[in-house]
T-cell receptor, first 113, second 109 residues
Framework: GAGVSQSPSNKVTEKGKDVELRCDPI?????LYWYRQRLGQGLEFLIY????????KSGLPSDRFSAERTGESVSTLTIQRTQQEDSAVYLC???????????FGPGTRLTVL | RKEVEQDPGPFNVPEGATVAFNCTYS??????FFWYRQDCRKEPKLLMS???SGNEDGRFTAQLNRASQYISLLIRDSKLSDSATYLC??????????FGTGTRLQVFP
């Protein structure tokens, strides 16, 4: 079946612009995660959605970052007023339930000039 | 103390060598454990789950030591294609999976 998909695959933007990143999880997966990975660094947890529960936003680095998820489907991560330090790969993952195996999308490479 | 910790490496080993990585975790109630592999500029991919009794998949063996709160990954007969970063993942205090920062392996001819 189809895996996790993300769009766009690459995004170049100017400092101060807003960007929106999209994630389509595997069908039927109730849990969805967003991570940030800077070059040569580990995964930085951003936000976690589990079914209809309130999302765990504990990893969002500032109020410029927000995310939404429609039911158990598509999620969008929005970064407002982008800064150069936001440049990274943004990875989305989904899993059947909370602590199950996560399957990752290919990521969106964001470059802020 | 971080919830999940790994030695970042790099581990540089010759082809054919056996190499082992450990990953320590802080939550004694953790129940889910995984090893992922991440190639350069790619997304992480599941390598194997880690079961209480230990498990093996070809040249790869994963083990869990609950008493000392760590999981291990053993790679036998290393191949050039094993060069990658190996990430461990453990369910943490809030039950979501927490990833280690990864251990880099470089296998040389």
């Amino acid at each position: 079946g189809a895996g996790v998909s993300q769009s766009p695959s690459n995004k170049v933007t100017e400092k101060g612009k807003d960007v929106e990143l999209r994630c389509d999880p595997i069908s039927g997966h109730t849990a969805l995660y967003w991570y940030r990975q800077r070059l040569g660094q580990g995964l930085e947890f951003l936000i976690y959605f589990q079914g209809n529960s309130a999302p765990d936003k504990s990893g969002l680095p500032s109020d410029r970052f927000s995310a939404e998820r429609t039911g158990e489907s598509v999620s969008t991560l929005t970064i407002q007023r982008t800064q150069q330090e936001d440049s990274a790969v943004y990875l989305c993952a989904s899993s059947l339930a909370r602590a199950d195996t996560q399957y990752f999308g290919p990521g969106t490479r964001l470059t802020v000039l | 103390r971080k919830e999940v910790e790994q030695d970042p490496g790099p581990f540089n080993v010759p082809e054919g060598a056996t190499v082992a990585f450990n990953c320590t975790y802080s939550n004694s109630a953790s129940q889910s454990f995984f090893w992922y592999r991440q190639d350069c500029r790619k997304e992480p991919k599941l390598l194997m789950s880690v079961y209480s009794s230990g498990n093996e998949d070809g040249r790869f063996t994963a083990q869990l030591n609950r008493a000392s709160q760590y999981i291990s990954l053993l790679i036998r007969d290393s191949k050039l294609s094993d060069s990658a970063t190996y990430l461990c993942a453990v369910n943490g205090n809030t039950d979501k999976l927490i990833f280690g920062t990864g251990t880099r392996l470089q296998v040389f001819p």
